[in-house]
């Protein structure tokens, strides 16, 4: 009987990517054949987060495909599976002698007990175990402040974080990697039913690109286009002045490092430009993840406890009006037809969206944030929740809650010329700007010059601004 051959499983969760990979270096370190696997496993109905949304399993698809190109050009094939890990591990057994087995750490709290059933099995097997962190720039239990305690306001977590960002320089690629001799028999990618059977996400490619090249041609837009101007840009929507690399993040076809070191290193061979705005944001990512890792019960529950009493409207009609871009209002329609049509939507309109409909609305914030873990390309547990949990005034460092976003003063300030506008709502296209932000408020001539009539072509306000905040504060001011 042929002996099995030795091999370090490489077990890819959310890492897609061949440079500045800690996983993959680990496993050449090994010695031994390396075999890529991405194991697609059933939720667990405990844990609902672990189920991606739509949008994210259309860009998971396209990354699990350029992966297997680069592996390919290594001369290495990817192996997928959709089992239990622990069913996927007993069949490669069945193949090989399995002296490794080195994975991307994950460090939402739902990731635990499926890590720590394969730390046991390898236990059990005699397999090294390793699980390396490989998507954050560190770990995000790492920090405490001086009474030992997690942080829940960003600047003094900014503060303690800053001195400690030292690494190596990124890591390239490997130029080669051993193969074993043969390779385990493996699902073909459509076999895992990530793509939608409806091609609604059809527009999502002349967006983006996913995969490590995608990631790494944004980065060289970024940098060549918008990183010098990104402290004032990121604001107006209407412009290309962010960075559009969150996805490219959250399913770790670049790393923050290696994001984090080429920022620095175009502002320093470009002193007239400013980085630093941008690796504030990085860094607010990784606020995110180290208050998730300390607070598993956000996605769920607010921070606040006394938002658990607030006077939330159950209201299925407003809540499909929001998510379908027809409230009445240009700048939340706008921002809500982008997200449908492109499954990303720009940072400052995020705010504008989810405050409408958190306090124009009164919906609650969990609603708000599962229509994003739907369509969003870069949902992501932690930045999804600490998002919601920041505008609706609940989580921590939130924007007070009495800080409710005027739609119209924030479009005509962030959208002035109407570019956004006009862009997502192109029924609203020949109204002159002057009335752009504020249909209702067009007279009658300027309508039909426009050839709009409100409440057929485009819709009327769906709420009184004005009223909708003088309730929302009285629901707030209730809860004191």
């Known amino acids: 009987m042929t002996p099995k051959p030795d091999v370090t499983l490489w077990w890819i969760r959310q890492c897609f ?29 405990h844990y609902p987060q672990l189920k991606r949304g739509a949008a994210s399993n259309w860009w998971l698809h396209h990354s699990l495909a350029a992966l ?49 059933d394969v730390a046991g099995w390898c236990r059990a097997n005699g397999v090294s175990f390793q ?22 306001v960003f600047t003094p977590f900014y503060r303690a974080f800053r001195p400690l960002i030292t690494w190596p320089k990124p890591k390239p690629a490997p130029s080669q ?11 073909p990618l459509p076999a895992l039913g990530l793509l939608p059977k409806i091609n609604w996400a059809e527009g999502f490619n002349r967006y983006f690109e996913p995969g490590e090249a995608g990631a790494l041609k944004r980065l060289d837009t970024f940098l060549n286009q918008a990183v010098a101007a990104y402290g004032h840009q990121r604001d107006i929507p209407g412009l290309d002045g962010t960075s559009q690399l969150s996805p ?72 499909k009006a929001w998510q379908q871009g027809l409230t009445g209002y240009p700048i939340v329609d706008a921002g809500m037809r982008q ?54 005034g609940c989580g921590p460092d939130a924007a007070p809650y009495f800080r409710i976003f005027n739609p119209t003063l924030q479009s005509r300030k962030f959208d002035p010329d109407g570019t956004y506008i006009r862009t997502w709502v192109p029924e609203l296209a020949a109204l002159p700007n002057r009335y752009l932000h504020e249909p209702a408020s ?14 057929k072509d485009y819709p009327l306000p769906m709420v009184n601004h004005a009223q909708a905040r003088h309730q929302a504060m009285a629901a707030y001011t209730a809860l004191k």
């Not at 500045?20 to 939720?43: F, K, M, R, S, W």
């Not at 067009?442 to 409440?455: D, H, I, K, Q, S």
Request: glycine content about 4%; overall charge negative.
């Open 339 to 392: 997200l449908w049509h492109t499954g990303w939507l720009h940072n400052r309109v995020r705010m504008v969206v989810g405050s409408f409909l958190v306090k124009d609305l009164m919906i609650p914030w969990q609603a708000g944030a599962d229509w994003f873990w739907q369509t969003l390309v870069d949902a992501d547990v932690a930045n999804n929740t600490m998002g919601w949990q920041w505008i609706a």
């Open 248 to 319: 490219h993040l959250h399913f770790g076809e670049i790393s923050p490092q290696t994001l984090w070191a080429e920022v620095m290193n175009h502002c320093h061979l470009h002193p007239e430009e400013q980085g630093e705005p941008y690796l504030r944001q990085l860094v607010w990512r990784e606020f995110a993840h180290h208050i998730l890792a300390h607070f598993p019960q956000m996605p769920d529950t607010p921070m606040d406890q006394k938002f658990e009493r607030m006077a939330w409207q159950h209201n299925p009609q407003a809540l």
């Open 68 to 116: 297997t190109d680069s592996l390919q050009t290594k001369g290495l094939r990817l192996s997928l599976f959709q089992a239990d890990p622990n069913v996927a591990l007993q069949h490669l057994q069945a193949v090989y002698t399995i002296r490794h087995l080195i994975t991307d750490q994950h460090f939402e709290p739902h990731q635990a007990p499926m890590l720590e």
């Open 131 to 152: 699980a390396l962190n490989t998507n954050l720039l560190l770990d995000p239990t790492a920090l405490a402040n001086k009474q030992g305690r997690p942080y829940k």
């Open 177 to 187: 990697i051993i193969a074993p001799m043969h390779w385990p028999e493996t699902l």
């Open 442 to 455: 067009a007279p009658a001539a300027e309508l039909e010059r426009a050839r709009l009539v409100l409440g």
């Open 17 to 45: 990517r061949l440079a500045d990979n800690p996983a993959l270096q680990a496993a050449l370190e090994t010695g031994c054949p390396v075999v890529p696997v991405y194991i697609h496993h059933p939720v667990p109905p």
